[in-house]
């Protein structure tokens, strides 16, 4: 955001001089994680994980080239490769695991960063297209993680992908041609395999020109912060660089700890064990479960168990297994409250701490846990009250909340006061980052 | 009217979910599942102690090599090892002659130079080990229908791995009075063995470790028992399984130890430039 007192990027050297008239990219830099973008002073540890999102991004992309430089798309071998690349290759278990448990870095990372969004209000305007552009890049993960899941083409691989893709069967009139054109085939195979390398080594760039995106998106209001209280003078924010540089940098620090830990001493506790084994379409495994990162909406899909009027429960399972990632695009026309945090919204909060988290917790569970009872029935609990939450609970209680008294701003909230609040309205928008 | 759409479209998902709900609910309390055998008497693996476990885990080499003996001389009678090559057996401690002289005793798939035709040869340092069976079909037809699977990876492709190995070879036994008594249908068909280790408690693979001495350890081993090699074999396979096992340890040691390093300036840092900033 420009506000009235962001520094400007002066060129120091000759050369950044006639770089600047020419292709301003150090002028880019410096207005998008510099000294020239200006960030509320009293972030919390929440809104480190923007950064880390982006870093497990780029980690992805960078371990992701290496795999496929080794791997082969060919139902034939595509298992042996990646067994050989983990044995013969120099580092190739290195990249392998970092491989597959950065993808579940990415998602620790993106659902802290999601319910720092519902807890503070991030989706709410003038940040709505920010949040919209945030679960396109959901969306967009979930479809790669899924497909890069069926690379290696072990017995997981194969029974996800031929779930997963058997969904689409459910809808109605078109699904079952949709889903033979979408795998090329009548079950996962060859066709599949190939396509789903293609596009795994795509989406990636995809997610990347989204994020740059939401990004830009972000930085025209400027970032949000814990009080929801828009900033209003030069003593509410502090520049990127060094301030939040900083910030980002131990909190990267202590990511890579426990990322360390993860690759090299507990490298296969997120997989499953039969994806050591090789792909066999005659021999399904006892439990099909997805990756973990999947269960909670896994356990959506299953707790429709009866059919709904005439409805069929697998069609409305596909629907509200969708549904209940598309109801966030709603979230800022849902929630009505003019009050951003959580913070300073008794109600909501109560909901968010004993309604939203317990019943995550409770998907979370019984997705990766087998289809049959008690968990069938207590995931058919939390997902109602998943869905009650965000379409009944949200707008009913952002219209009779009585939210607590906000600070007047940002540095107030800090300082207990503010005497040099100039009161003055931020300028309007900026076009560039 | 938005707000209206939404408490409408909730209702929608709530009811079918209570529905849902209720029916199962319903089912649950008029017909209660049947217990099932494999429920009541499939046991978790014993636990297995190996040299390799923890963050610091080594492999014990001369075990190593006794779990290779007993690969070689039982399991490879039925099962692959598909994803080790004989050169990859100098990481348990035997020379380069030493491996020669192993892949040597293997016969190997290859092709006559003079007619083309397939024959098989000895095995050389860079081959890998030959597979017991020529397809499926013979496998299944060898093995009471079953195929033995791969052993490459078995340390990794079952939960608790190496203790299961280890469960499922020391496991074997008659079939509890009991069981039959409550579940007289579950008989163990003829042809499968018992194990309460496995899965569905009835196991196509015989017994393989059936005799004290089976196979002969050389001397300044441990007396090679039942309960000795499966805790050896068990071991070997955590090596097929993960042979770069040791090189991860020490490079998470060092890599774990500078990120500490690293983190910790990084926080003075953070703390420095903070400083005197309320936040």
């Known amino acids: 955001m420009s506000f009235p007192w962001v520094k400007h990027y002066t060129p120091a050297h000759p050369f950044m001089k006639w770089m600047d008239d020419r292709l301003p990219i150090p002028r880019l830099v410096y207005n998008a994680v510099g000294g020239g973008y200006e960030v509320p002073r009293n972030l919390n540890y929440f809104w480190n994980f923007g950064f880390l999102a982006g870093l497990c991004l780029v980690l992805q992309i960078v371990t992701g080239i290496v795999m496929a430089m080794h791997y082969a798309a060919n139902t034939a071998v595509a298992f042996d490769t990646i067994e050989m690349t983990v044995r013969d290759v120099n580092w190739g278990w290195l990249m392998r695991y970092a491989h597959a448990n950065g993808a579940s870095a990415f998602f620790v990372v993106i659902y802290i960063h999601i319910f720092r969004g519902f807890y503070y209000g991030s989706y709410k305007a003038p940040r709505e297209m920010v949040w919209l552009l945030g679960v396109v890049i959901f969306l967009l993960m979930m479809a790669t993680a899924f497909m890069g899941y069926v690379l290696p083409w072990g017995q997981m691989s194969f029974w996800g992908a031929k779930v997963i893709t058997g969904l689409f069967g459910a809808i109605p009139f078109v699904g079952e041609p949709l889903q033979q054109w979408l795998l090329g085939g009548f079950a996962p195979d060859n066709a599949a395999l190939n396509r789903f390398f293609s596009l795994h080594y795509l989406l ?59 690759v090299f001493y507990f490298p296969n506790a997120l997989g499953h064990p039969d994806n050591y084994i090789p792909a066999n379409p005659m ?56 009050v951003r945090s959580g913070g300073y919204r008794p109600l909501y909060r109560k909901f968010f701490f004993f309604g939203l988290i317990p019943a995550m917790a409770v998907l979370f569970y019984c997705g990766g846990a087998p289809a049959a009872e008690p968990y069938v029935m207590f995931s058919q609990l939390a997902a109602l009250y998943y869905f009650a939450h965000f379409l009944i609970i949200i707008p009913v209680v ?11 701003s940002i540095t107030e909230a800090v300082l207990g006061k503010d005497d040099e609040a100039q009161l003055s309205v931020p300028a309007a928008p900026a076009s560039a980052v | 009217m938005a707000r209206i759409l939404s408490i409408l479209v909730g209702l929608f998902f709530t009811v079918a979910l209570a529905w849902s ?17 494999e429920h009541e008497f499939h046991l978790h693996p014993k636990e297995l102690h190996l040299a390799s476990d923890g963050p610091f885990g080594k492999f014990d080499k001369q075990q190593l090599q006794r779990g290779f003996q007993v690969y070689k001389e039982v399991c490879s009678a039925c099962h692959s090892l598909s994803h080790v090559a004989f050169r990859d057996l100098e990481q348990l401690g035997y020379s380069e002659g030493q491996v020669k002289t192993i892949a040597a005793g293997f016969q190997v798939p290859g092709v006559d130079p003079t007619t083309g035709e397939a024959n098989t040869r000895p095995g050389t340092a860079t081959d890998y080990f030959p597979k017991p069976f020529a397809n499926d079909i013979a496998a299944r037809a060898a093995n009471n229908n079953a195929i033995p699977p ?28 009991e069981l039959l008594k409550e579940f007289p249908d579950s008989k163990t068909p003829a042809g499968l063995h018992y194990n309460p280790y496995f899965a569905n408690l009835n196991l196509a693979m015989a017994p393989p470790l059936t005799g004290d001495g089976q196979v002969e350890y050389g001397p300044g081993n441990p007396k090679p028992t039942v309960e000795q090699m499966s805790k050896d074999v068990s071991a070997f396979l955590v090596w097929t399984a993960e042979p770069k096992l040791e090189k991860r340890n020490q490079t998470g040691f060092a890599v774990v130890l500078f990120l500490i390093f690293a983190t910790v300036l990084g926080y003075m840092s953070y703390r420095n430039i903070w400083a005197g900033k309320k936040h």
């Open chain 1, 398 to 408: 952002s219209a009779i909340e009585k939210p607590l008294p906000l600070p007047f």
């Open chain 1, 204 to 262: 990636p760039f995809v997610i990347l020109g989204v994020v740059i995106l939401h990004i830009w998106a972000l930085h025209i209001p400027g970032s949000s912060n814990p009080t929801g209280v828009e900033v209003k003078s030069s003593s509410d924010t502090v520049p990127f660089y060094p301030f939040y540089v900083a910030k980002d940098g131990w909190a990267i620090g202590v990511f890579a700890i426990l990322f360390a830990i993860a």
């Open chain 2, 21 to 37: 709900f209720g029916k199962g609910a319903y089912t649950q309390i008029t017909e209660p599942p049947a217990a099932t055998a």
């Open chain 1, 283 to 338: 021999s399904t495994p006892a439990h099909i479960v997805p990756e973990w990162y999947f269960w909670p909406f896994y356990a959506i899909l299953r707790a429709f168990t009866q059919d709904f009027f005439f409805i069929p429960a697998k069609l409305m399972g596909v629907l509200a297994m969708f549904g209940a990632i598309l109801v966030w695009f709603f979230l800022p026309w849902l929630d009505k409250s003019p």
């Open chain 2, 150 to 177: 791969d052993l490459s990876l078995m340390a990794k492709a079952r939960h608790d791995g190496a203790a299961y190995v280890y469960s499922l070879l020391t496991g074997f036994q008659a079939q509890p009075a």
